[in-house]
């Protein structure tokens, strides 16, 4: 099953905001669950949040949150009556919401609200207008009934599904002459826009069921659609048949859970690291010049970056050269050398535009000090990129280890000694990879390895191919990783 994520999903900024503003309160009252997530919701209760229906149960005098969906002035006159301390994380696209409806129903107009009247998004437009009438489809637009009118006013729940906007609006405005500030939130739109495009077989929202918009996503998807707001659902899931899986989430969702979610789904290493190994043989069966297999093979990374990029990896480390490499015939060397320069050069723009940070592990001082300048030069543009590029040129591992204790200062233990290794920060590799049918790991990662999963194919590197890159993360997916437990 191929797991791909939908972007953009997940955490708008409105609720991005509610959750950073209650998440720095504790022991208070909020009126409503602050967002619709389950997840969210029982973070507030470990903080000592208590969850009300109604201010009635706010004692007087205390502190209560309202929620992101925005409330009704008549809640608000309430809580200044029982002298509450209110703190308002209303959505700003809602708070725009409610002051266009009562400045609608301040010029006189009938207003219709498309939306779910039962939704608390809803009430609170609502009550902004005192009399508003509730339209949830087309055919509810069809059956509204206001005697005597000829001009309404239409606004719209913001996370409602917005292709039924318009087709309520449509029929809105051939009954009635309508002013309409009616339109979803941008990021309800986009990812709504982002599940219609998905053609894969099937899609998990992943957001709780009292979401609206975690629904909505569900509604506007055209293939089959799983909704999981836990873990425990997430694991209970049954995908049977699935080959394509496309993974959403809710504008509520914790994008942590998302992560783990995802996680769990493909079981996808977060780190690969590849012995690219065999462009020499390839090139000699073909009765080329070794120098051409490397040139095949330097095509082929680019690919690997491609797929590593589609299934999330995290860290993609290669081996492009060795501290023992430079023993072969120098004419081979000073070609690889160029080829590392060219392939930088010539990278820099697909680095930028993907995001992708590079880095490289090995003996710097070996480096001609043009192609060191190309690297650090690189390596600077890409600093704060998340996903990672590391290459290993003159790198050995027993050299890194070297170059370790050569720099000690005082005893040390297993941790405080990585931070002296070249990437200190990047975790150990999950799985590495070796291609061209050699069962060895030719001074590789020695420290960082220590309990990597290991995949070796026959595949000369220029021949390595996507299906077998998914062989070994398929194969990695199902090893049990004990790392010395039971
Ligand atoms: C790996 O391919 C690439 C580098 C070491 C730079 P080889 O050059 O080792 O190819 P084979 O093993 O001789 O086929
Ligand atoms: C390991 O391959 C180094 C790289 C892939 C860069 P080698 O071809 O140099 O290793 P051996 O000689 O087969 O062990
Ligand atoms: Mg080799």
């Known amino acids: 099953m191929k797991v791909e994520i939908i972007e953009p999903h997940g955490l708008c900024a409105g609720v991005n905001a509610a959750v950073a503003k209650a998440l720095s309160l504790k022991n208070v009252y909020c009126l409503h669950e602050l967002v619709h997530n389950e997840i969210v919701v029982d973070e507030l209760k470990a903080l000592g949040y208590r969850f009300v229906d109604s201010l009635e149960e706010v004692p007087e005098g205390e502190r209560v949150v309202f929620s992101a969906h925005g409330v009704s002035p008549d809640v608000r006159r309430l809580a200044e009556k029982r002298s509450l301390k209110v703190v308002d994380t209303t959505c700003p696209f809602v708070a725009k919401v409610h002051r266009a409806a009562k400045a609608f129903a301040g010029k006189g107009l009938d207003v219709v609200v498309i939306g779910d009247g039962r939704h608390v998004e809803v009430k609170g437009i609502v009550g902004e207008v005192g009399k508003a009438s509730v339209v949830g489809s087309a055919e509810e637009a069809e059956k509204l009934h206001l005697p005597g009118k000829t001009e309404i006013a239409v606004v719209s729940q913001t996370t409602f599904d917005a292709g039924e906007v318009g087709r309520i609006l449509e029929v809105l405005r051939r009954r009635y002459r309508v002013v309409s500030t009616a339109e979803v939130c941008t990021a309800s739109k986009d990812r709504q826009e982002a599940v219609r495009r998905f053609d894969g077989d099937a899609l998990l929202v992943l957001g709780s069921a009292n979401s609206s918009n975690t629904r909505r996503l569900c509604e506007v998807a055209s293939c089959r659609t799983f909704r999981a707001g836990t873990m425990d659902e997430v694991r209970s899931l049954d995908l049977r048949g699935v080959e394509r899986l496309g993974v959403t989430s809710g504008a509520s969702t914790p994008e942590r859970f998302f992560d783990e979610a995802v996680k769990f789904l493909r079981n996808v290493p977060r780190h690969v690291a590849i012995i690219m190994d065999g462009n020499g043989r390839w090139a000699t069966e073909r009765g080329k010049k070794?120098?051409?297999?490397?040139?095949?093979?330097?095509?082929?990374?680019?690919?690997?970056?491609?797929?590593?990029?589609?299934?999330?990896?995290?860290?993609?480390?290669?081996?492009?050269?060795?501290?023992?490499?430079?023993?072969?015939?120098?004419?081979?060397?000073?070609?690889?050398?160029?080829?590392?320069?060219?392939?930088?050069?010539?990278?820099?723009?697909?680095?930028?535009?993907?995001?992708?940070?590079?880095?490289?592990?090995?003996?710097?001082?070996?480096?001609?000090?043009?192609?060191?300048?190309?690297?650090?030069?690189?390596?600077?543009?890409?600093?704060?990129?998340?996903?990672?590029?590391?290459?290993?040129?003159?790198?050995?591992?027993?050299?890194?280890?070297?170059?370790?204790?050569?720099?000690?200062?005082?005893?040390?233990?297993?941790?405080?000694?990585?931070?002296?290794?070249?990437?200190?920060?990047?975790?150990?590799?999950?799985?590495?990879?070796?291609?061209?049918?050699?069962?060895?790991?030719?001074?590789?990662?020695?420290?960082?390895?220590?309990?990597?999963?290991?995949?070796?194919?026959?595949?000369?590197?220029?021949?390595?191919?996507?299906?077998?890159?998914?062989?070994?993360?398929?194969?990695?997916?199902?090893?049990?990783?004990?790392?010395?437990?039971?």
């Open 290 to 486: 070794r120098g051409e297999g490397h040139i095949a093979g330097a095509k082929k990374l680019d690919e690997v970056l491609g797929w590593c990029a589609e299934r999330g990896i995290r860290y993609l480390t290669v081996y492009a050269f060795s501290t023992e490499n430079w023993k072969r015939p120098r004419e081979e060397v000073d070609g690889l050398m160029k080829l590392f320069a060219r392939m930088l050069k010539s990278k820099t723009g697909d680095f930028v535009r993907n995001r992708v940070r590079f880095r490289m592990i090995g003996r710097r001082g070996d480096l001609s000090r043009s192609l060191l300048k190309e690297v650090e030069r690189l390596e600077k543009l890409t600093a704060s990129f998340e996903r990672e590029f590391i290459a290993a040129i003159s790198y050995g591992g027993r050299a890194e280890i070297i170059d370790a204790v050569n720099r000690v200062k005082g005893p040390v233990t297993e941790e405080t000694f990585r931070e002296y290794l070249y990437a200190p920060d990047v975790p150990d590799p999950d799985l590495v990879i070796r291609t061209s049918g050699e069962l060895r790991v030719s001074n590789f990662l020695l420290w960082e390895s220590a309990y990597s999963e290991y995949y070796f194919t026959d595949a000369l590197w220029p021949d390595f191919s996507e299906a077998e890159f998914d062989r070994a993360l398929e194969s990695y997916a199902r090893r049990n990783r004990r790392k010395g437990g039971v």
